[in-house]
């Protein structure tokens, strides 16, 4: 299996990918970070797919397309989202069905989009966490593969939670990935939800 990774940010999730020895052979960001930069380093190939090049209105689908196209092209069969900060439409998930990953920073289906972190927080949750799940048409809403908590301590800030919601990340996407690559995770194109319009995993 050839893994590829998504990425938009600093890629502390994508470095622990590397130094556990996860077969990475591609990474891929939609906008310059620090992440295509780890990449390099490892001498993994990174490729920038720049989402502000589609276009003022941002045109989705071509978007994908271009990214679809790519992982075609360079043999991916399993796609790993590790903070990629685009959603993207119908063309990757029916190319790729059943073989996109995503870990979000909370206990889904509690606090899904963007700013789970900081939902959590102004909610008042005392235990909060990560999920690992297969990604979807619809945002952050796929069968879930794995969870891990976090104890909210009563200091915590955004940063503060996040950072140690990352280091549980770090560890469970890991295993569930090196899970899926052995087989031991069955990985299975969802059924479409009813109803399911714009959006995907994030
Ligand atoms: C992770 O916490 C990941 O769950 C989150 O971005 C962070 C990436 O960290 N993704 C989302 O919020 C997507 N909804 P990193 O850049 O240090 O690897």
Redesign the pocket.
Known sequence: MSLAVL?S??????DAMVAAGLPVALVVSDRPCP?IGLAADHDIEAVVVRRDSFGDDFDRDAYTVRLTDLLVDRGVSLVAM??FGTILGQPVYDRFAGQIL????ALLPAFPG?H?VRDALAHGVTVTG?TVHLATLEV?AGPILAQGTVEVRPDDDEASL?ER??AV?RRLYVDTIRSVLVGEASVAAPPVPAGASEGAS?
């Open positions: 990425v940010g600093t890629g502390s999730i994508l992440a590790a903070g995503n870990t979000h920073p963007w789970a990560c952050d996040h919601i990352k990340e994030t």
